[in-house]
């Protein structure tokens, strides 16, 4: 199980059925339009309300989830991407909210990956991990189910690279990316099919590994819609 704080999180957490619990503190106003149909609701007082806060302006709404099935169906799904050690819970969440934005089919998460239901993670995703399937996978085993499938792999790195903008856009794909500091590990990059990039025209090094892949994304994904 895991806890979400604020109305934003607690209201996606009830629409996704996933909310098991609801806890608030008698200053707070339940919104009448929450479907709590079945949800046990627990009024705590206000210094409990903010033991339980992990924020510094609680708004002293809670509920208590329960995880996702670690389990992928990998049937009539186009689009995936794959997370190699990533190590930030505000990059991880801020990737999950931007793949469900972009139409991502399933995040596969690999060794060395912050915990999904780290509390940054959970609400730096704005309640997206509710409406994806994200996994946790071996990203060598989870590679060789997708080439049984012919999905084609794109590991991300400037070495053998192409530009994203110079690539013909795949009807499916399966995007690495990678640890903010040493990117995709070699071993996966040896199993990719082609290594793209986000070109640089400034002066900056790199991009911040959730902007980057929210271009890589939506260049890749958009261009097939």
């Not at 999180?9 to 619990?21: G, H, I, N």
């Not at 009024?43 to 995880?67: D, F, M, N």
Request: hydrophobic share 45%; charged share 15%; aromatic share 8%.
């Amino acid at each position: 199980f895991f806890l979400v704080e604020g109305i934003h999180l607690v209201e996606e957490a009830l629409q996704s059925k996933m909310a098991l619990e609801v806890i608030f503190s008698g200053d707070i106003q339940i919104p009448e339009a929450w479907d709590l149909t079945g949800i046990p609701l627990f009024q705590v007082s206000k210094e409990i309300a903010e033991i339980l806060s992990q924020t510094q302006s609680s708004q002293h709404v809670y509920a208590v989830c329960r995880k996702q099935a670690n389990a992928l169906h990998w049937q009539d799904q186009r689009y995936f991407l794959l997370v190699d050690a990533l190590q930030d819970p505000g990059n991880l969440g801020t990737i999950i909210r931007t793949a469900n934005a972009v139409g991502v089919s399933a995040i596969i998460l690999g060794d060395g990956c912050v915990d999904l239901y780290n509390d940054k993670t959970v609400r730096a995703s704005q309640g997206s991990l509710f409406h994806l399937p994200v996994v946790s996978m071996n990203l060598q085993e989870a590679i060789k189910e997708l080439k049984k499938r012919e999905i084609p792999i794109y590991g991300t790195a400037l070495t053998n690279g192409q530009s994203v903008f110079a690539l013909e856009a795949p009807v499916a794909f399966a995007l690495i990316v990678g640890n903010e500091g040493n990117g995709v590990s070699k071993q996966l990059l040896q199993e990719a099919d082609q290594n793209i990039y986000v070109p640089m025209r400034g002066q900056a090094e790199s991009l911040n590994v959730s902007v980057a892949t929210a271009v890589l994304l939506y260049q890749l994904i958009e261009h097939n819609e």
